[in-house]
């Protein structure tokens, strides 16, 4: 059988066709057994039922593999679970073994896997119990997933990995502590403090994190309970891009041990201690949100059904693995991470979408108008054309700037109510939305806003980037004049037909909190009112906070 496995190792056909014939599946409802030839094609479909029938193993097969696919990101997928002991890559076949400890952790992983649909590099793969009982591969011909794997494992046993491990593997040094330094490069959207702990979560129990700007970068510290957990994050996160093509991350492990935090809002974070206060100046952590990462629900960032949350203190392995994919094919790391900010309101569609045109419906058509959708969807992005459909009047066509813009808006919008109706906002299939021919009467329903001075992110680095938050019945007002008055305010917004509970200053009289009793109210109040003009050009600016008053 060695020598087998060892052609398999370097691609020989009538090695791999006898190890993968051994990677079978018994379909309960025929009984008839499908071969999984080596192209990786199935000759029967698998389906959830036959995976959960086979005969468990702690060999696994892993087939559908993007063809750039590393050792790293295989073995990634089972160190949730446990040890991982061995792996053997086909890389001219997109398939992969991996061998876990125990049999147990391998059916863990089963069960998980077959709930929650595993990606790799946002391509969906499949995991299956292979025949055979353990791998057994020729290490001289197996060499760079051998010193990967072998590298994993001193990290996980606490020792050093042996030398001989390549540079590539340089990065597995044993951790030396459990507390990382996270420096994020090209920061083009918000990077928040609940991004960073949604994101960190899979790999282990998050303790605490510090987040701060040095040298006009934003960066943070970050403390596991175990440095087996932040090794295992650095070896996955390293380099990796939170939104599509920008927010790198790059880590490093912190001379610290342990992080003293003082205060929890929304620049530091001990979850360990819920008790501390805010602070002076600085929002609270709002309960609703932290509420919201608990949500039963498939959204992106809920915690799959009887998972352990993020925010408990359980260590158990689930809450490694907290982010459910709707079905779909999105991956943390990619432009599903960019819901991230949405605080747990997160309800991403199943694909990923290349454009960023979004599909809004459910509209009340008595009321709606292109430049109302334009001034609420322009809080999460420059929305560039709107358009109203000329025979479906409860829907419209939004075309953002880019698709992380429309991933954004999508995930804090759908479902709320806009005019009395509770919108949909899914990604549309077109990649533009069209004006109408020259000369052509549409009615108003198509507006272009490209060259719009209302664009709120069109400056890079602009402060609007940090400031972008799920709808809340408070509002942030700035860019008020000296000379009105709290009274002047309160009047203005209780004639968008709400009730202003309550209202509170900053100390310039320049920006001002005022809290309307509905969030409803507070999104009619938004879009009435962003750019009204208080007289002697100033123009009033709001958007949604997350503080209480």
Known sequence: MDGIVSDVAVGVKRGSDELLSGSHYT??????????????????????????????????????????????????????????????????????????????????????????????????????????????????????????????????????????????????????????????????????????????????????????????????????????????AKLSLDGQNIYNACCTLRIDFSKLVNLNVKYNNDKSRDYTRPELPAGDGQPSVDPTAAAGFSKDTSSLLGTPSGMVTPYTSGAAFPSTLSFAQSGGALSPLSAAAAAAAAAGRVALSGHTGSGGVLLVSNLNEEMVTPQSLFTLFGVYGDAQRVKILYNKKDSALIQMADANQAQLAMSHLNGQKMYGKIIRVTLSKHQTVQLPREGLDDQGLTKDFTNSPLHRFKKPGSKNFQNIFPPSATLHLSNIPQNVTEDDLRLLFSNSGGTVKAFKFFQDHRMALLQMSTVEEAIQALIDLHNYNMGDNHHLRVSFSKSTI
Do not use: C, W
Request: no cysteine; hydrophobic share 40%.
């Open 27 to 232: 379909s309960p409802s025929t009984g008839m057994s499908g071969i999984v030839t080596a192209n990786g094609n199935d000759s029967k479909k698998l389906r959830v039922e036959d995976r959960m029938d086979a005969t468990p193993s702690r060999v696994l097969h892993i087939r559908k593999l993007p063809n750039e696919v590393s050792e790293t990101e295989v073995i990634a997928l089972g160190l949730p679970f446990g040890k991982v002991t061995n792996i053997l890559m086909l890389k001219g076949k997109n398939q992969a073994f991996l061998e876990l400890g125990t049999e147990e952790a391998a059916i863990t992983m089963v069960n998980y896997y077959t709930a929650v649909t595993p990606h790799v590099r946002n391509v969906p793969v499949f995991i299956q119990y292979s025949n055979h009982k353990e791998l057994k591969t020729d290490n001289a011909l197996n060499q760079r997933a051998q010193a990967v794997l072998q590298a994993v494992t001193a990290v996980q046993a606490g020792g050093t990995p042996t030398s001989g491990t390549t540079a590539s593997e340089s990065a597995l040094t044993p951790a030396p502590s459990p507390v990382l330094r996270i420096i994020i490069d090209n920061m083009f959207y918000p990077v928040t403090l609940d991004v960073l702990q949604q994101i960190f979560s899979k790999f282990g129990t998050v303790m605490k994190i510090i987040t701060f700007t040095k040298n006009n970068q934003f960066q943070a510290l970050l403390q596991f309970s175990d440095p087996v957990n932040a090794q295992q």
